[in-house]
């Protein structure tokens, strides 16, 4: 019975050192003898009990790695505090197994000492505008170095960048002038122009008052014109008809005079009118100017008459 047991306990230790099962994304290197044999891959896998064994396990998934700050000093000697974070992933699990004794130190302090060499080159404020170059500096400088080491630097960033206090404030008045600068050139372009938008208008409205008192006087002066120009064709026409009226009228009384017991009429009118004229005459001067013959109204009107048959014969 004692030795079933001892024979059953002797097997499940075998089967327990025989059998191994790898994690995805894991990888077991195996040494046989006390010297690397392979490297085990995810799933089942089959070991010599008490002729192999797992002497390294790593992670082959992405890794971050928080690199200690530390104090660098910039080109215009001034100390600044950087600290960062390391993304890594091993790719090769025999180099990280056998290429260093302790990879993840070997990154960090090669981190450290690379980031301080980049932040020596350069001044402090180029230090805050180039944050990308920093980075890709790093990267570039871990990732020739960790080859060896069976690890590939994926990226590096800076978490923060911590200038002394005093040349903190010295930033912030630096920045506060900049922007009180800014304040007062925006000031000063929106008062120009402001002054440009007032001169521009004063010119826009004196040219457009300029062309309407233009225009005005043009039309009053089409008006004026065209005013005596219809004045003048009244006028016209006014003299024109008062000559037809006047030829109808003396076309009308020569044609009275031919007719019968006319040269009476036109004799007994002319009397009549003589008598009225010589009547006015009397009555509203003082001054009487009288013909040699005006007791001879007859002779008078007798030499009218023959001034009307002459003028009746030449027309």
């Known amino acids: 019975m004692i030795l079933a047991l001892v024979l059953f306990f002797a097997v499940v230790v075998f ?15 195996r040494e046989r003898l006390g010297r690397y044999h392979d490297t085990l891959n995810p799933g089942l896998n089959i070991l010599i009990p008490f002729v192999d064994r797992i002497a390294y396990r790593h992670n082959l998934r992405e890794i971050p790695l928080d690199v200690p700050s530390q104090v660098c000093i910039t080109k215009d000697n001034t100390q600044l505090k950087v600290d960062g974070i ?22 960090t302090q090669l981190a450290q000492t690379t980031l301080r060499s980049v932040i020596g080159r350069m001044e402090l404020d180029k230090t805050f505008e180039e944050r990308d170059d ?30 002394p206090q005093d040349i903190l404030h010295a930033m912030q008045a630096q920045i506060t002038a900049e922007r009180e600068k800014r304040a007062l050139i925006a000031a000063s372009e929106g008062r120009k122009q402001e002054q440009i938008n007032i001169a521009t208008g004063a010119r826009e409205a004196a040219i457009q008052r300029s062309e309407g008192e ?8 089409l008006g004026n014109r065209e005013a005596a120009i219809n004045q003048a064709q ?13 030829g109808e009228a003396i076309e009308r009384v020569a044609r009275a005079v031919e007719a019968k017991g006319g040269i009476e009429a036109v004799n007994f009118r002319v009397a009549e009118q003589y008598v009225e004229a010589f009547a006015k005459l009397a009555s509203e001067n003082n001054t009487l100017i009288l013909p040699a013959n005006v007791a001879d109204v007859g002779g008078l009107v007798a030499t009218a008459m023959k001034v009307v048959r002459s003028t009746d014969k030449q027309g």
């Open 234 to 246: 009244g006028e016209a026409e006014a003299l024109r008809l008062v000559a037809l009226a006047t």
């Open 86 to 107: 390391l993304y890594f992933q091993v790719t090769d699990a025999q180099r990280a197994s056998y290429g260093s004794s302790d990879y993840v130190l070997a990154i």
């Open 134 to 163: 920093i980075n890709r500096t790093v990267v570039a400088a871990l990732d020739e170095a960790a080859f060896s080491w069976g690890v590939k630097v994926l990226r590096y960033e800076i978490k923060d960048l911590v200038p």
């Open 15 to 29: 089967v327990w050192r025989a059998v191994k099962v790898v994690p995805q994304q894991n990888a077991y290197i």
């Open 214 to 221: 233009m225009q005005a006087a043009i039309n009053l002066s």
